[in-house]
């Protein structure tokens, strides 16, 4: 039997995973639940991308907690909750998250449905948020330093926190020979990206091939390291 084909996953496909499974379809997958699923890969995860993912699922309990109780025994409709209202800490994307997948996908549901859909996300995602890192995923790994590189990185690339994204991937790559980095985030897929990301990690490292950056569909069980 080959050796399972090795995958540093970044937060947008642990969030794409969980996010396709949750009830009210709120996601469609898009190539990572055979990632993680399936006996063909084994996964990790860096320091980043493991704290980016417990944060959203404490953000998103208590965003569908408090809707619950606004919603609950009253006459507010879902249509008319404002995360930026409630005394509860969101991130842009929470919201858009809410308004685009929630309030204008959830429209064929009466009150009831989405009271009973709501409870179900809020279970499966606090389920998830200790099951993912400790079951789902082979291994997690803490988060990686290199402040001569994640200076570059944030110099020429405007792509955020994702700068420590790439620094746990080039990390892990380095110490543990797992060099395919897989996203669903536009930020790290751009080829314009990827082209600067490598000369970065050339100049800076001096070596060359350290990091290759796919998204799932780009990932096949024979492309292991």
Not at 36 to 44: C, K, M, N, Q, R
Not at 97 to 118: A, G, V
Not at 143 to 170: T, Y
């Amino acid at each position: 039997m080959s050796e399972a084909a090795r995958l540093n996953l970044d937060t947008s496909v642990i969030v794409n995973y969980v996010y396709s499974q949750l009830p009210g379809d709120l996601e469609e997958d898009r190539g990572c639940q055979r990632l993680i699923d399936g006996e063909s890969f084994y996964t990790v995860i860096g320091g980043k991308a493991n704290g980016e993912f417990d944060a959203l699922c404490e953000r998103r309990y208590n965003l569908y907690d408090d809707v619950i109780a606004y919603l609950r025994d009253t006459d507010n409709e879902i249509f008319d909750y404002e995360p930026r209202d409630r005394d509860i800490h969101v991130s842009p994307n929470d919201r858009s998250h809410f308004r685009d997948d929630i309030q204008m996908s959830w429209y064929d549901m009466d009150k009831r449905e989405q009271l009973s859909t709501l409870r179900r996300c809020l279970q499966d995602i606090e389920l998830y948020q200790v099951q993912l890192p400790e079951e789902l995923i082979d291994c997690s790994f803490p988060q990686q330093s290199n402040d001569q590189l994640l200076r570059r990185f944030r110099r020429d690339l405007d792509i955020g926190h994702d700068c420590e994204i790439l620094i746990d991937a080039v990390e892990i790559s380095r110490q543990h020979s797992i060099s395919t980095l897989v996203a669903v985030d536009s930020h790290l897929t751009k080829r314009e990206h990827i082209e600067v990301v490598h000369k970065i990690i050339e100049d800076v490292l001096g070596v060359s091939g350290l990091l290759r950056i796919s998204e799932p569909a780009g990932v096949s069980a024979a492309s292991s390291d």
